[in-house]
């Protein structure tokens, strides 16, 4: 996961770059390629930034959602339906096994935004927790791409059904779960500060 790719520096795509043959027939080598993607001519120094860029932020995201993760419990199916939305039916979700596949799911739902992030715009992305009574029952995942990308919001949300097995549930727009959890924590803090 943690593996760096040459990525084109306008859409992120991963590049396959075959620089071996091409080496050796000229010895300065490949300097530029064409994303299959976006079909722009990108040179190879700067997709190999951008690959190194995108390499950190979604390590930065997935070890947040990991760390985030560690802390749900176990839940039965039913109770982690509406532990990320009131009345979400189990069409409205996905299983994933196991954490590392969630973690592959989740930076490839917020690849817009990491993009963004490995250009040095302001693009956020933020995993937060979501608790019922104080316990910690499922996980938010909220991000906004760059005004350059349009201010796209993601949402997700995540409960644990299984050792490690998940749901997670892509609302069709935002529900604010997020922001929710973030205004009770600073309502809390208020309260005891
Ligand atoms: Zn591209």
């Known amino acids: ?44 120094r700067d997709a190999r930034v951008m690959g190194q860029s995108f390499a950190y932020w979604a390590a930065e995201l997935r070890q947040h959602l990991l760390n985030a993760v560690k802390k749900l419990p176990n839940l039965p199916r039913e109770e982690a339906l509406n532990a990320m939305s009131r ?21 490839q739902m917020c690849r817009p935004i990491i993009a963004d992030q490995a250009h040095g715009r302001t693009a956020h992305v933020e995993v937060m927790i979501l608790e019922e009574r104080g316990k910690p029952v499922a996980v938010g995942v909220l991000g906004k791409t760059s005004a350059e990308s349009g201010d796209k919001d993601t949402e997700l949300l995540l409960a644990r059904i299984g050792t490690d097995q998940y749901l997670v549930h892509l609302p069709l727009k935002l529900l604010g779960r997020v922001q929710e959890a973030q205004r009770a924590q600073r309502g809390e803090k208020a309260l005891r500060g």
């Open 87 to 107: 009345g979400l039916t189990n069409e409205q979700t996905r299983n994933i096994a196991t954490s590392e596949s969630l973690a592959h799911f989740v930076v």
């Open 1 to 44: 996961m943690s593996a760096e790719f040459h990525r084109c520096p306008l859409c992120a795509t991963v590049l396959e770059i075959h620089t071996g043959i091409w080496k050796r027939l000229w010895p300065f080598g490949v300097r530029e390629t064409t994303c299959r993607s976006c079909r722009h001519t990108v040179a190879i």
